[in-house]
Every structure is written in C-alpha cells, then in structure tokens.
C-alpha cells in the first residue's frame, strides 16, 4: 500500500473539547479526499505535571462552553455536557497510543470512545480501570492495556508528540501540521470549519501538480 503524499498530524488532548468538535470535519475530509489523505493523530497533554488540572467549577470553563463550544456543537450536530471532572489525560493518551500499535481501527474505535466518555458521561480518563473497560467494550483486550499503562510502555511515545508539537511551535489544540511528500507544509491552529480544511487540503494538491 503506498503511503499518501499528503499527511494531516492531529494535535489534541481528550480533554479538549474543540478537538472533538473537529473530528466530523476531519471526516468530511478523509470522505472527501480518501487514501490521497492520510490523518494521524498526536498527542498533546494540556496540562502535564506539575500543572494542575483545571477546576471542573471554573468560572472560566462555563463561560467558554457557553460562548463558543455548546454553539459549535449545535453546528455540527454533535452533543457535547461539560465534565463534571477535570482529570489529567496522560494515561488516555498512553492508552491511544496502545491501541495505535495495534491497528488504526483500534486507535479509531477507542478515540471516539474515550472523547464520548468525557465529553457525554463525564468519564474519568486518568482511572486505569476506567480505560480499562471502555477497551474491553470494545473488545479489545483491556487486561493488557492496564499493563501497558501500569508500566508506561507508552509514556515516552506520548512525551515525543507534546516535545514535537512545541518544536513546531504549537501551543494550542487542535493543532493541524500539514505535511507534503514528508515535508513540512504549514500549520493551523484551533477548530477549523470543513472549508478551510478542504481548501488548505486543495492548494497542497495544487503545489503537487
């Protein structure tokens, strides 16, 4: 199988909800452009040690779902509650990228699980337990991914995503580096509407001729 020439890195955090939000427009693209697109997604903890989580109560959190992410969300025909909980995410990443080193579908499956968790039923993502059992409803084998996360086969993996991403100068999710024939093509930041999207998608195409 031969290796698309344009390649869309995903920037996110789980517990980011405009990288939810931005997972029905990356879609649109991947319908749109198929294997002549491939996307993969990186991780980008928001807030690692020794920060502290955010506070679920926050005055500042109400006021940015209010304003910008219960509106989007109408948009885009998803269902988004705020959290009721502010965990740390390492571990939900360490898990996606355990699922990764499986299968792409895996990683697929156990993303949206792990966003619908969070951002519909409050799922703790920094409880092993938790993982646990959203990768065995999945079938998938959970027992070895509480492992994996018990001795941090994939903290490093994670560590090299965030470390990249401030390489390329990245500082908020969802952060979007476009890649041409393996070659940095640009980058955006923040949720992007589907036009925008396909539009920076069709000037790479452009460049290729």
Request: hydrophobic letters at 45%; one cysteine or more.
């Amino acid at each position: 199988m031969t290796q698309p020439r344009i390649v869309l890195e995903v920037f996110s955090d789980f517990v980011c909800p405009f990288c939810y939000l931005e997972l029905p427009e990356l879609e649109a693209l991947e319908a749109r452009f198929g294997e002549a697109l491939g996307i993969r997604w990186r991780a980008f903890e928001l807030r690692p040690e020794p920060h502290p989580p955010l506070d679920p109560d926050a005055d500042y959190l109400h006021d940015v779902w209010q304003r910008s992410v219960l509106p989007m969300a109408g948009e885009r025909g998803m269902t988004l509650h705020l959290p009721s909980i502010q965990p740390r995410s390492r571990l939900a990443h360490e898990a996606h990228a355990w699922a990764e080193a499986r299968s792409p579908e895996h990683a697929d499956r156990l993303r949206l699980a792990l966003f619908r968790g969070f951002f519909e039923a409050s799922l703790d993502l920094g409880d092993i337990d938790a993982l646990m059992n959203q990768a065995e409803a999945l079938g998938l084998d959970g027992h070895d991914l509480a492992r994996a996360l018990n001795e941090g086969r994939f903290r490093q993996a994670v560590r090299d995503d965030l470390h990249q991403a401030h390489t390329l100068g990245i500082s908020g999710v969802p952060g979007l580096r476009f890649m041409l024939d393996g070659e940095h093509a640009g980058v955006l930041e923040g949720a992007q509407p589907r036009r925008q999207l396909l539009l920076a998608v069709e000037r790479l195409f452009d460049l290729m001729g």
